[in-house]
């Protein structure tokens, strides 16, 4: 079995609307569990613009690109596999 754990810098460096600053200890806190056979330790890609649109409307995104938290939350998983499809 092959578990990722996805993962930026950024997360760490700020207290975030409802969660806090739960990954001020990442991933140093995890360090034994990286070790793992099948585990790997990915860094988080901010999401195209475009893909955003398509779940936000441009007034909403405007707004939180306001925020000082913007950068962190654009770095999310993308939905879609390095080929460019939604295969496994």
């Known amino acids: 079995m092959k578990t990722g754990v996805f993962f930026h810098s950024e997360f760490a460096n700020g ?4 969660i806090g600053n739960k990954y001020r200890n990442f991933p140093k ?3 034994p569990f990286l070790s793992l056979q099948g585990v790997r330790l990915y860094e988080s890609k901010p999401v195209p ?3 955003l649109l398509k779940i936000h ?4 995104l405007r707004e939180v690109k306001r925020t000082w938290y913007y950068k962190g ?4 998983l993308h939905p879609l596999n390095p080929r460019g ?3 496994g």
């Open 49 to 51: 613009e475009s893909l």
């Open 57 to 60: 409307t441009e007034a909403h």
């Open 73 to 76: 939350a654009s770095l999310i």
């Open 15 to 18: 207290d975030w609307p409802i």
């Open 85 to 87: 499809d939604r295969g």
């Open 29 to 31: 806190v995890i360090g």
